[in-house]
């Protein structure tokens, strides 16, 4: 059966359209802010994911905080002795141990800066692969990161000065060898894509700490076996105080992802103060809807209508105008939300998932209950409108 009402309320924004439209506006606006935010969260979180789920079969193992009393100081790492406890507690599994530190470099002219990673050549290939050249095959030579070759245009051949420019001293060199796959995120401590590096011998011989490594990894053959590998290795090194760390993907994962979803819910708050200002707007305007229409609602009450279809006609008026808002934001929503996912995190792989397109729908939801509601108050006003002063209003 066909509602009067509903038509009623359908002519009435037709009449005020270009009002009805500035007013949906707003709406739009709520709905690409949320959406679009929404979105991006998402796709940086399975993104992350993904890239950690690449070293999901490695524990990282670094030193505990040094707690030192005042005026003492020491060094931090892991010893041979407990590099050996790690060995003996991790079984079949795999164990690298790495030296990490930072450094300045120079390749021609240009001056940059990165990680410098020192380990035993054999290991490398065992969780890093090179997309060019080769491996470590003399003392000098290097591996470098995709992002540092790309960004400072360093080849195969290249020669890089380690270490500050100081004209007293005589900086040391190293060839580059290799250039390394890119990696992305990872959860194993290792940032490839922005590293140097080198043989455990070259590292040692002008950084120091021979016999002290700054972390561990051991990179086990299954995947379901990781909590008994670190339980026993807490057990055999950490028995009478604790000196190491022992962290996986799944931990790494959950501190990025609670992260990540701190920062999505805060942008989330900041888009929905757009829909603060839309139901302001609304409700503006449904109010001038009530008022320029006093003697029409005074006719219908004579005439025996119902409040209840009087506040029915003006709650439609307010779902048109949000259903409006609604459509034409979810249709800028997926434009803008894919360029801004492309723009901000490089891959749009991702942005069609249930996960992350989800928004869209629930954006469009929050704006057309958001104008209903700023139009309760302006539907109940004109629905307990006394008849005759209605009909007397000029």
């Known amino acids: 059966m066909k509602d009067i009402f ?5 002519r009435s924004v037709r009449l005020n359209f270009l009002r009805s439209l500035l007013a949906s506006i707003g709406i739009v606006i709520g709905v690409v802010a949320i959406s679009s935010m929404g979105m991006l969260g998402t796709n940086m979180q399975l993104q992350v994911k993904e890239q950690l789920s690449a070293s999901a079969n490695t524990i990282t193992i ?23 406890e790690i060995k003996e507690a991790s079984g079949n599994n795999i164990v690298i141990p790495i030296h990490r ?32 050249g080769d491996s470590l095959n003399g003392e000098s030579d290097a591996l470098i990161g995709s992002t540092l070759a790309t960004n400072l245009g360093i080849k195969i051949g290249s020669r890089l000065k380690i270490g500050e420019d100081n004209k007293s001293v005589t900086r ?7 250039i390394l796959t890119a990696r992305g995120m990872t959860a ?5 894509d922005n590293a140097i590096i080198v043989s455990d011998d070259w590292y040692t011989s002008h950084f120091g700490n021979q016999d002290l490594y700054d972390q561990v990894n051991v990179i086990v053959q299954n995947v ?22 022992i962290s996986d993907a799944s931990s790494r994962l959950s501190n990025i992802s609670s992260t990540l979803g701190t920062i999505t819910t805060f ?6 103060i757009s829909l603060v200002v839309a139901a302001v707007s609304i409700f503006n305007v449904m109010m001038m809807s009530v008022n320029e229409r006093i003697q029409e609602i005074g006719i219908l009450l004579s005439i025996g209508t119902e409040k209840g279809e009087v506040r029915r006609m003006f709650l439609y008026e307010a779902f048109i105008l949000g259903i409006i808002g609604a459509v034409f934001g979810g249709i800028c929503s997926l434009v803008i939300g894919y360029s801004v996912v492309g723009a901000m995190i490089g891959s749009t792989a991702y942005f069609f998932l249930p996960e992350s397109i989800i928004y869209v729908p629930e954006g469009m939801l929050i704006g057309v209950i958001v104008c209903v509601i700023s139009g309760l108050y302006p539907a109940w006003r004109a629905s307990n409108m ?9």
Do not use: W
Request: net charge negative.
């Open 224 to 245: 379901d076996s990781i909590p008994d590998v670190e339980s026993a290795i807490d057990e055999k090194v950490n028995r009478r105080t604790q000196v190491i760390r």
């Open 172 to 178: 040391p060199v190293v060839r580059v060898s290799g």
């Open 101 to 132: 530190s930072s450094t300045r470099f120079t390749v021609g002219s240009t001056n940059g800066r990165g990680s410098i990673y020192g380990m035993d050549p054999n290991d490398i290939t065992k969780f890093l692969t090179i997309s060019e």
């Open 6 to 10: 509903f038509d009623l309320s359908v």
């Open 386 to 394: 006394d008849p005759i002063d209605a009909l007397r209003a000029e």
């Open 62 to 84: 670094t030193p505990d905080a040094v707690r030192m009393s005042p005026g003492t100081t020491a060094s931090t790492g892991i010893d041979k002795t407990q590099l050996n």
């Open 267 to 272: 942008i989330l708050a900041i888009g929905a």
């Open 188 to 192: 194993d401590g290792v940032s490839a």
